[in-house]
Structures are given as structure tokens and as C-alpha cells.
């Protein structure tokens, strides 16, 4: 019996070993995972436009505004071409085209899930048709929208880069425009609440453009110079999608039968959440992703429940 209370006692004393071991603290052994940054990058390095779709992006085909009323928004306008200047960069191309009766729009869309922080594109802008007469007022573009849930909406948000060749909107000859948005009624009962900066001269060529949104303040930058500061109501209100697009001023065509086709390109687009880079930081964040083979890249999360990007103005 004393033989077999000795054994009872040193077994019990086993089991009880792991609870007598100090507790080590979970933290000390575990292992943070860094943050990951809320960021869209497209190289724009596609061989296909399905490959284009399966990275967020939208061809529209929807009817509307704006533009010329009847034209068609045509996924024919897009295509991906070797860079001329760069044989072995990809270009994403928009094409745009009238012949004064027919007339095809163009214009992408990414998904609507971005609101501050800082958006980018390389873009080239041209101030005459590849074919044609010249002299049509044409509309090339890189903004960011939201959609406008009635007239006059107070939420509704709009950021835009336009370049106008042939001048349009009460201005002639070349004008680039940055316009941030309050709010705005559609036709037949046109108002509109915006502030803008213009600057005459061609920009035909490639520019880095650059939009900070952050500590309620919209700064837009041209090839990293300051073009314009906005605040106040006019800061965005509301998550936005990313677009560029192509086209034509309602009653700014010429007159003439001839078909005319104009191009906008786009080398790259990027945005990155959270406080304003700099032009040079963009320049820099995306000469590393490309220096690291990195033709896209998006880990900005959807919203929950993902919001609609209807890519239709």
C-alpha cells in the first residue's frame, strides 16, 4: 500500500508540472502584422481588355450624359498598344470619334471605393485628331465621381482633370481646367456649385498628374508644380469611383462630314490612402513598384456592402 501511495504521489506531482510552469506572455512570442497600405496601381500592362475587366475596371457602354446627346459610349474606343515612345511600356488608349451624325464617347471606370488620400496618372494629351479636320471641342480627362443621388445633392463629390484643345465652355484656344465639386443639377434645369483654375496654352504631351485629398483641402499639382488649392464645400463629401474620358462638347463640333478621331493615353494610374504624397513621393512609389516588376496591384478594400460604380457620367 506504501508502495503504491508513493507511486499515486509522484504522478499526481507530473500532472501538475505544466500548470507550475511560470505563464509566458502571448505577446512576447507573437508576431504584429504590418499594416498593409490601402493602394491602387495599374501599369496598364494588358494584352487583352478582359484582362483589364478582371482588375476593377469598366468599359462603359452605358447611354448619357455627358457629351453629345445620342452618341455612343463605345468599348471599341479602348484598346492597349505598345507605347510608341517606349516599345516595351503598354499604354491603355482611348479613341473618341464624330463625323458630325455618328459620334462614340469613351471612358473607364474603376470601382467606387476611394475617398482621401492621393490619386495619380500619367496621361498624354493631344491637340489634334490622328484623323480629320481639327477644331472639335473635345473634352480629355482624368477625374474621381460619385454618383449624384438627386439634383443638387449635398454628398455629391467630383474631382476633375480636363484639358479642352479647342477651348469650350466660354474659353477659345487650348485650356486646362482643375474643378472641384459642391454639387450640380443635370438638364433642362442646369445649376451648378464648383470652383475651378484654368491655364491657357497647349499641354499636348505626356503629364504626371497629381490630386492630394486630405486635411480638408484638394490640391491639384501638374508635373509636380502646385496648379490649385480648394477647401471649404467644396471638400468631397462622399466615396468615390476613379474614371478618365473622351468627349465632345455639346454644340462645339465643326462643321464637316469628314470623320475625325482623337486619342487620350494613359501610361499608369495610382492611388494611395490616408495623408497627401507629394508628386515627388508618387514619382518614387511608382518607379519602385515598376522597378520591382509590379504591373498592378490593389489592396484598397471594397466598402461593405461594396458600393455600385455605375460608370455613366
Known amino acids: 500500500m ?15 508540472l505544466p500548470s507550475l510552469q511560470p505563464s509566458i506572455p502571448a505577446t512576447r512570442h507573437s508576431v504584429q502584422a504590418k499594416p498593409t497600405t490601402q493602394e491602387l496601381f495599374d501599369d496598364f500592362s494588358y494584352t487583352n481588355k478582359q484582362q483589364l475587366k478582371g482588375h476593377g475596371w469598366i468599359i462603359r457602354t ?4 455627358p457629351g453629345i446627346p445620342g452618341a455612343t459610349w463605345s468599348e471599341s474606343g479602348v484598346s492597349l498598344v505598345s507605347d510608341p515612345d517606349l516599345p516595351r511600356n503598354r499604354i491603355l488608349r482611348m479613341t473618341s470619334s464624330t463625323d458630325g451624325t455618328t459620334t462614340t464617347q469613351t471612358q473607364i471606370c474603376q470601382q467606387r471605393k476611394f475617398f482621401e488620400g492621393t490619386y495619380a496618372a500619367r496621361v498624354r494629351f493631344s491637340d489634334s485628331p490622328v484623323t480629320g479636320p481639327n477644331g472639335d471641342q473635345i473634352v480629355q480627362s482624368f477625374y474621381t465621381i460619385s454618383p449624384l443621388k438627386a439634383p443638387m445633392d ?3 463629390s ?37 470652383v475651378f483654375q484654368t491655364a491657357s496654352g497647349s499641354q499636348a504631351g505626356w503629364h504626371t498628374l497629381v490630386t492630394q485629398v486630405f486635411d ?95 460608370c455613366n457620367f
Open 154 to 156: 449635398p454628398d455629391y
Open 62 to 65: 452605358a447611354a448619357g450624359w
Open 158 to 194: 467630383e474631382l476633375d482633370f480636363e484639358y479642352l484643345p479647342n477651348g469650350g465652355w466660354g474659353i477659345a484656344g487650348p485650356t486646362l481646367y482643375a474643378t472641384t465639386w459642391e454639387t450640380f443639377s443635370p438638364e433642362p434645369n442646369w445649376k451648378k456649385d464648383n
Open 2 to 16: 506504501e508502495s503504491f501511495a508513493t507511486l499515486l504521489k509522484i504522478a499526481l506531482s507530473i500532472a501538475l
Open 216 to 310: 480638408q483641402k484638394v490640391r491639384y499639382f501638374v508635373d509636380g508644380k502646385l496648379f490649385v488649392e480648394h477647401e471649404g464645400n467644396y471638400y468631397p463629401e462622399d466615396t468615390m469611383s476613379l474614371n478618365f474620358n473622351l468627349w465632345f462638347i455639346r454644340d462645339g463640333m465643326v462643321k464637316a462630314a469628314e470623320l475625325r478621331q482623337y486619342q487620350e493615353d494613359i501610361d499608369w494610374v495610382f492611388f494611395q490612402a490616408g495623408a497627401g504624397l507629394t508628386p515627388e513621393q508618387v514619382e518614387a512609389a511608382v518607379a519602385g513598384l515598376r522597378r520591382k516588376s509590379v504591373k498592378f496591384r490593389d489592396t484598397v478594400p471594397a466598402k461593405v456592402p461594396a458600393l455600385t460604380s455605375p
